[in-house]
């Protein structure tokens, strides 16, 4: 299948400070990318859309001037953890769908998802 | 309501069981069905996807939808330790780009 990378996997930073994930679709181009949030033993919390050339949408709650989406080409998208404070610690994990092929089925394929411990 | 509904378990089987999981939803135009399984600290997988009412087996995974019922089932058949993970359904509509995710069920197969 398609395969999704994110990086770092693992931060670890000092409160105050900026954190920027990021999100590749190897093989394939994805106007659309999703970035989710996910509390332990809890499902996935959709965060925003990263849309191509255009601003993110936010789902209603998220705060987008904490949360920095660019999705600057068909193949990345980045997500900036601004002033990180500890209660942004969390598993953050992307998602990207295929602009072509696969598009009606629905398939998302994930990052491998980062973990972020604000200090 | 959730739009999406999902026991969380957790589920304990022994190996080789039969395991059923279950989803349901109130939404009537999801038409794309989706399970992914997500071990531990790693990203969801995408296991199995089915378009509007009917059955779909891959090996030993059999994913069920009934949209009269607004039910989906997905069985896992001899189960192996290695299955244990979270389970979580999603599913959307048709000119939806996000999925809507249950809450995940977590399995444990133990030997």
């Known amino acids: 299948g398609a395969v999704v990378s994110q990086h770092p996997s693992r931060v670890i930073c000092k409160s105050g400070t900026s954190v920027k994930i990021e999100c590749r679709s190897l093989?394939?181009?994805?106007?659309?990318m999703f970035w989710y949030r996910q509390f332990p033993k809890k499902s996935l919390m959709l965060m925003a859309t990263?849309?191509?050339?255009?601003?993110?949408?936010?789902e209603q709650g998220v705060e987008k001037d904490k949360f920095l989406i660019n999705h600057a080409s068909l193949t990345l998208s980045t997500l900036t953890v601004t002033s990180a404070h500890p209660e942004d610690s969390s598993f953050y994990i992307c998602?990207?769908?295929?602009?072509?092929?696969?598009?009606?089925?629905?398939?998302?394929?994930f990052g491998e998802g980062s973990r972020l411990t604000v200090l | 309501q959730k739009e999406v509904e999902q026991d969380p378990g957790p589920l304990s089987v022994p190996e080789g069981a039969i395991v059923s999981l279950n989803c349901t939803y109130s939404n009537s135009a999801f038409q794309y069905f989706m399970w992914y399984r997500q071990y531990s600290r790693k990203g969801p997988e995408l296991l199995m996807y089915?378009?509007?009412?009917g059955n779909k087996e891959d090996g030993r995974f059999t994913a069920q939808v009934d949209k009269s019922s607004k039910y989906i089932s997905l069985f896992i058949r001899d189960s192996q330790p290695s299955d244990s993970a979270t389970y979580l359904c999603?599913?959307?509509?048709?000119?939806?780009?996000?999925?809507?995710f249950g809450s995940g069920t977590q399995l444990t197969v133990l030997p």
């Open positions: 990263s849309n191509e050339g255009s601003k993110a949408t936010y």
């Open positions: 089915t378009y509007s009412s």
């Open positions: 998602s990207a769908r295929s602009d072509k092929g696969h598009s009606n089925t629905g398939e998302l394929f």
């Open positions: 999603a599913m959307r509509g048709g000119s939806a780009r996000q999925l809507t």
């Open positions: 093989d394939f181009q994805a106007t659309t």
